[in-house]
């Protein structure tokens, strides 16, 4: 497939879509409550919460973070220090070691996947017992009661969602 071919028209900007993502399809065994997680504290609030529903349901934790281009940068413009993904994956190891400290659930498992938050967590909320929020991310809209990702999850989420404020 030449690169052209690989390329697409997403909301007015061109996306490459050569970007290895994670498989967000392939779902782990057993029932599984899935966490959205962006470092902002509403979503440390929604790791601690699915620790404490996870023995109830007999779940596994599956802590997700998603990582993208910004508009203003895309695939192209990389320097030599950490990639997106690398600070994806560092946000989601700090946010897991703030949350949990030294007890960090031996049924957790995590996850870095690149695309939209929502549309990722939609995705891996197909065959969950528990899709858990925070109420607010990173958003730069902090007089709103729900963020954009949470009340998007809310409204399509494959699974019951907790939101956690």
Known sequence: MDASARKARHAGFMTDTTQPAADTTAQTSGPRIVVGVDGSDPSLDALRQAAKY????????????TWSYPVSVGPYAMGDGPT?????KETLEH????????DVPSNLSSLVAFGHPAQVLIERSEGAELL???SRGRGGFAGLLLGSVSSECASH???PVLIVR
């Open 95 to 102: 946010s897991i070691a703030d949350a949990y400290g030294a």
């Open 132 to 134: 858990v929020l925070g």
């Open 84 to 88: 997106f993904e690398d600070l994806a």
């Open 157 to 159: 989420a494959k699974c």
């Open 54 to 65: 996870a023995p109830l349901l007999g779940a596994s934790i599956e802590a997700v973070t």
